[in-house]
């Protein structure tokens, strides 16, 4: 069997990538890489991009409530 190795063309972007997996791994992010995606969770959350202020952490009982807000916006 030929031994294949990997080619590693991004090898600066990786370390990034493993860098923000990390931080965001050992800060309570759940983390799933799949199919080519990264998806992010953080416990009882989402994740979304607010009109005005840009990324944020919205607790579920609350999202009802942004998502009205953006609506609004």
């Known amino acids: 069997m030929k031994n294949l ?3 590693r063309f991004k ?3 990786e370390d990034v990538l493993f860098k923000v997996y990390d931080l965001l791994s050992n800060n309570g992010f759940e983390i799933l890489i799949e199919e080519g995606t990264m998806n ?7 994740i979304e991009m607010d009109m005005e202020e ?4 919205v607790p579920n009982e609350y999202y009802n409530e942004f ?3 953006q609506e609004n916006l």
């Open 67 to 69: 998502q009205e807000r």
């Open 40 to 46: 992010v969770w953080y416990r009882g959350c989402s």
């Open 5 to 7: 190795e990997l080619k």
């Open 11 to 13: 090898e600066k972007e």
């Open 54 to 57: 840009g990324i944020v952490i």
